[in-house]
DNA sequence: GGAAAAGTGGACCGTCAAGTCCACTCGTCG
DNA sequence: CGACGAGTGGACTTGACGGTCCACTTTTCC
């Protein structure tokens, strides 16, 4: 079965999940049938519950990982390097550019809601993508209090939830409006508001300057924007 | 036709999109059927396409409303009196605590995504509720700012929409993992954004004073794992 | 080179849900 | 009171979709 697969079975399984994943973008889950799947991937029924024998449920599981897959991957290697402003403005613009060309489809957000109560395996895939994904923020963030680029008095697992979330958001209403400023405020609000963050090194100087960090505390108010 | 609607009419139409919006929130959209809604609302097929001659879109399109309606009452009154720190606190506790109730179902986002392009009519729904809402809290951070107690250097506008963007992101997570931290976590902290705004006069709505607002150092049960 | 395993094609079936139809009841108004 | 229209019930039609089956081709490996 799955243990012995060809490299042509690779590539026809392949080829099924891509274009699964692409109609899910284009026509929305509900408005996509296993027929419709067939017909774009140039494939058959048999070839279909061939690989997924389970059918439409493991589809839509494996389109699922495949989609959250890349989610990260595409902000990489921002997403991976926090460690200077102007790295954390790499990243939002990554991002950005990224929904933006995407328009409105992210497969994420209609993979979220699609399944209600249920449906335990996508719950996973989608809890552990979000969680990845506040785990590198967060680590963003240590990053730069390390450095002393941001104060260390702020929790950084909750500064990164917070952006989270606000990034989701944005990408939720930019599928429901079509307008990506929500996004663009919401990452750069949120990037803003790290900056000010009391207790850091002085902003744009700084530069690799030795690991400080937490010696003072002295909570003098960050200065104005 | 739906001009002369007796009063059982009427109630009959009620109880169609009243039930209906609770199976849409129990069992997803793509879940229940019109015989459901039926069933639950103790009617038949013909009464259902009599007060929804379009059938399915037309009662989804209703029940989008409904439910869009009944969002911003329930912040009522907090959200239309954002006008100090205490009102501002008791509006997120409204909102934590109604999504908490909610659990897994907001509504909101499920029509959202279950329409990807088209259905204008309900895109029209979706976009009218955030433009209120966002309207509302940006009114409110404008009030805050006449009254001094936020600094004037700020965009209202631009605040108030990354607020909404955390708010609906930390929904969004919620009904994906189960988990109101991300909610919670973008609320306080963009609240406590708010606070630190330079320019405001000193914080003396009744609450423990202090620059930091509620920011990251109370008791904030820890972030990330 | 040939046999077994992997891969492929597409007809076929059962189910289920959207939407139609018509017969019937009930309330209201002349 | 009686008739007309609003309101109601549920059987029926239609079609799409998930899933099955089997005959056939290609690859792989001895």
Chains 1, 2 share one sequence.
Do not use: N
């Not at 750069?188 to 790290?194: K, M, R």
């Amino acid at each position: 079965m799955a243990t012995t697969l060809t490299r042509k079975g690779r590539a026809t399984r392949q080829r099924i999940v891509a274009g699964a994943a692409e109609l899910f973008r284009e026509r929305g889950v509900a408005g996509t049938s296993l027929d419709d799947v067939c017909e774009a991937t140039s494939t058959s029924k048999s070839q279909l519950f061939h690989y997924f024998p389970d059918g439409r449920t493991q589809l839509l599981a494996a389109v699922a990982q495949h989609e959250a897959d890349r989610v990260l991957e595409d902000q990489q290697p921002a997403l991976d390097q926090l460690t200077s402003w102007a790295a954390w403005q790499a990243w939002r613009d990554r991002v950005v550019e990224r929904y933006r060309a995407q328009g409105q489809s992210c497969p994420l957000a209609v993979l979220t809601s699609q399944l209600g109560p249920g449906s335990p395996e996508h719950q996973e895939v989608v809890v552990g993508l979000f969680s990845r994904w506040e785990q590198k923020i967060a680590d963003g963030i240590r990053s730069m209090q390390a450095s002393g680029q941001i104060g260390s008095s702020t929790d950084a697992g909750r500064r990164a939830a917070a952006l989270l979330a606000g990034l989701q958001g944005g990408v939720l209403i930019m599928l429901a409006t079509g307008e990506i400023a929500h996004l663009e405020a919401a990452l750069d609000e949120g990037i803003a508001a790290l900056r000010r963050v009391p207790g850091a090194a002085q902003d744009g100087a700084g530069g690799p300057a030795g690991l400080d960090g937490r010696g003072g505390s002295a909570a003098l108010d960050g200065g104005g924007a």
